[in-house]
């Protein structure tokens, strides 16, 4: 079982940056990847960024490219988004999520699920 943790959600202004932590407990001994999915009120929940434990495979949507930078300190059990040129369409709840594998851009590909953190972009 890995437990998820996610840290440094908030409120920012459109144009600002945050950062995103979530830390990962438990299976740390595995190879799993790890990504950021985000649901906004009334929308469904979707792929933003996943990473490969050695870095080597790193997907983006879209959405985020060139704005949003995933990054991770296998030796913390920990996976970054960096996000910057934040717009009011990036609010939503930010889950970290873990898994064997390389990681996919599909919700149902992920085994574990950290309990979300807020990140509200003011206009």
């Known amino acids: 079982q890995v437990q998820l943790v996610e840290s440094g959600g908030g409120l920012v202004q459109a144009g600002g940056s945050l950062r995103l932590s979530c830390a990962a407990s438990?299976?740390?001994?595995?190879?799993?990847?790890m990504g950021w999915f985000r649901q906004a009120p009334g929308k469904e929940r979707e792929f933003v960024a996943a990473?490969?434990?050695?870095?080597?495979?790193?997907r983006y949507a879209d959405s985020v490219k060139g704005r949003f930078t995933i990054s991770r300190d296998n030796t913390k059990n920990t996976v970054y988004l960096q996000m910057s040129g934040l717009k009011p369409e990036d609010t939503a709840v930010y889950y970290c999520?873990?898994?064997?594998?390389?990681?996919?851009?599909?919700?149902?590909?992920?085994?574990?699920w950290g309990q979300g953190t807020q990140v509200t972009v003011s206009s």
């Open positions: 999520v873990s898994s064997p594998g390389i990681g996919t851009t599909v919700a149902r590909g992920w085994s574990y």
């Open positions: 990473i490969s434990w050695g870095g080597g495979i790193i």
């Open positions: 438990g299976r740390t001994g595995s190879k799993d990847a």
